[in-house]
C-alpha cells in the first residue's frame, strides 16, 4: 500500500504563491506519473498538472505559465509551485501517484489540502 501525504496549503491573497508537497511512501517499486488535481465546491475534480518519471509535464490550460510541476525521484515527492494565484484557483488540491509497489500496480491519491485566494 501506498501512501500519499500533502503539505503547503493554506489562504493567500490574489497574486500570491504557495508551494504544495507531496510525499509518497510505502513498498514502492517505481512511480510512473504524479500529479495534482483539484477539485472546487460544486465542480468536478480536475487535472492541474501531472508529470513523468522521466520529467515530462502538462498542464492545464487555465495554470500554464502560472503553476509549475516538479519532483524528486529519490524522495518520491512531487511539488507544485503556485504563483500569480487568482480566486479561481481556491479548491482543495489532490495528489495522485501511479506506479508499482511490490509486483503490483497501484494508484493512489493524498487526502488532499485547501488552497484558498481570497483577499
Known amino acids: 500500500q501506498v ?3 500533502e503539505s503547503g496549503g493554506g489562504l493567500v491573497q490574489p497574486g500570491g504563491s504557495l508551494r504544495l508537497s507531496c ?3 510505502g513498498s514502492i517499486f517505481s512511480i510512473n506519473a504524479m500529479g495534482w488535481y483539484r477539485q472546487a465546491p460544486g465542480k468536478q475534480r480536475e487535472l492541474v498538472a501531472a508529470i513523468t518519471s522521466g520529467g515530462s509535464t502538462k498542464y492545464a490550460d487555465s495554470v500554464k505559465d502560472r503553476f509549475t510541476i516538479s519532483r524528486d525521484n529519490a524522495k518520491n515527492t512531487v511539488y507544485l ?3 500569480s494565484l487568482k480566486p ?4 482543495v488540491y489532490y495528489c495522485n501517484a501511479e506506479g508499482v509497489a511490490g509486483v503490483r500496480g497501484f494508484e493512489s491519491w493524498g487526502q488532499g489540502t485547501q488552497v484558498t485566494v481570497s483577499s
Do not use: G
Request: glycine residues 0%.
Open 88 to 91: 479561481e484557483d481556491t479548491a
Open 3 to 5: 501512501q500519499l501525504v
Open 81 to 83: 509551485q503556485m504563483n
Open 23 to 25: 510525499a509518497a511512501s
